[in-house]
């Protein structure tokens, strides 16, 4: 059986070392390409971080998977067995135009189980952290559930983007989720914004599209302090494939599936 204590300590202990290299590049200037689109960013410091991750995994621990946003992608078809789901720099968006605000972030699962994840906010030097059963923290602080607020004294992360996009099914009931909370939050890493969420700086997070790297470490992070992630239809996240997310406090949840995006809206 895998010890979960210390695969979490060796992929923090990484991850502080691939940050030191990030914050280096950072000084330097670095090539960055367009990839879908202008709003899709990708830097050769995302694919150095990446084939970083990929090499010590594969050194370590030759039977674990590896599941990478950046093209170190083994093809897996599967959630069998130990695999890593890694996102090298969530965020690619700031980390190019504002220089913080970015993560690492690892997600480690058994069997399709999570069982450690790490959110590391780079240039905030926030690592947030959780082995399942242990509890969630932030640095050395422990995260501890937070209070269900009604929506109205919510506050919610989402980019302003979502709204935009009328042809997109989801906008409508978006633009109604905005009007009934308190404010809305746009951080630009869903990592973060996930983990601000288990840290209960926010209520809930939604997008209309993120992969699984993007949700693959907070999703632990949350399930330790009891909140709950699902697609808009309130489904169970896909670590195979991506699509809509919500992030939220267990009722926050039920309430913005049931009277805003799920599928009877
Ligand atoms: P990324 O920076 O790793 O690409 C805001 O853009 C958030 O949505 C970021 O966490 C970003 O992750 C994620 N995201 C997911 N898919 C994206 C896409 N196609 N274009 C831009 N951001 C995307
Ligand atoms: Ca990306
Ligand atoms: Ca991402
Ligand atoms: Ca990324």
Redesign the pocket.
Same mark, same amino acid.
């Given at each position: 059986m895998a010890d979960w204590n210390e695969l979490g300590r060796v992929a923090r202990d990484w991850t502080y070392e691939a940050a030191d290299e990030i914050k280096r590049a950072l000084a330097n200037p670095f090539k960055v390409e367009a990839? !879908?689109?202008p %709003? %899709? @960013?990708?830097t050769e410091v %995302?694919k150095n971080t990446e084939a970083f991750f990929y090499k010590k995994i594969k050194e370590a621990y030759p039977d674990h998977l590896f599941l990478g946003?950046e093209g170190t992608v083994e093809k897996i078809n599967h959630t069998d067995g130990i695999v890593w789901i890694i /996102?090298p720099? %969530?965020?690619?968006? =700031? #980390?190019v135009h504002q220089k913080i605000k #970015?993560a690492i972030s690892i997600g480690i699962y058994e069997d399709g189980i999570g069982k450690v994840g790490i959110v590391y906010d780079v240039m905030a030097d926030e690592l947030f952290y959780a082995v399942q059963g242990q509890g969630a923290f932030v640095n050395e602080v422990e995260l501890v559930a937070g209070k269900e607020r009604p929506l109205d004294e919510s506050i919610i992360g989402l =980019?302003a983007r979502w709204l935009t996009e009328t042809h997109h099914s989801h906008a409508n009931p978006l633009t109604a989720l905005v009007r009934d909370s308190r404010s809305i939050r746009s951080y630009?890493? +869903? +990592?973060i914004?996930m983990a601000y969420v288990a840290a209960d700086r926010l209520d809930a997070y939604v !997008?209309v =599209? @993120? !992969?699984p790297? /993007?949700y693959a470490g907070a999703s632990v992070l949350l399930e330790e302090v009891g909140c709950r992630t699902s697609s808009f239809t309130g489904k169970k996240l896909s670590l195979l494939e991506?699509g809509t997310v919500i992030a939220a406090k267990p009722a926050l949840q039920r309430e913005i599936v049931s009277a805003y995006v799920g599928e009877e809206n």
């Amino acid at each position: 059986m895998a010890d979960w204590n210390e695969l979490g300590r060796v992929a923090r202990d990484w991850t502080y070392e691939a940050a030191d290299e990030i914050k280096r590049a950072l000084a330097n200037p670095f090539k960055v390409e367009a990839k !879908s689109g202008p %709003d %899709d @960013l990708v830097t050769e410091v %995302d694919k150095n971080t990446e084939a970083f991750f990929y090499k010590k995994i594969k050194e370590a621990y030759p039977d674990h998977l590896f599941l990478g946003e950046e093209g170190t992608v083994e093809k897996i078809n599967h959630t069998d067995g130990i695999v890593w789901i890694i /996102d090298p720099i %969530d965020g690619t968006m =700031n #980390f190019v135009h504002q220089k913080i605000k #970015f993560a690492i972030s690892i997600g480690i699962y058994e069997d399709g189980i999570g069982k450690v994840g790490i959110v590391y906010d780079v240039m905030a030097d926030e690592l947030f952290y959780a082995v399942q059963g242990q509890g969630a923290f932030v640095n050395e602080v422990e995260l501890v559930a937070g209070k269900e607020r009604p929506l109205d004294e919510s506050i919610i992360g989402l =980019n302003a983007r979502w709204l935009t996009e009328t042809h997109h099914s989801h906008a409508n009931p978006l633009t109604a989720l905005v009007r009934d909370s308190r404010s809305i939050r746009s951080y630009g890493s +869903a +990592a973060i914004e996930m983990a601000y969420v288990a840290a209960d700086r926010l209520d809930a997070y939604v !997008s209309v =599209n @993120l !992969s699984p790297w /993007d949700y693959a470490g907070a999703s632990v992070l949350l399930e330790e302090v009891g909140c709950r992630t699902s697609s808009f239809t309130g489904k169970k996240l896909s670590l195979l494939e991506g699509g809509t997310v919500i992030a939220a406090k267990p009722a926050l949840q039920r309430e913005i599936v049931s009277a805003y995006v799920g599928e009877e809206n």
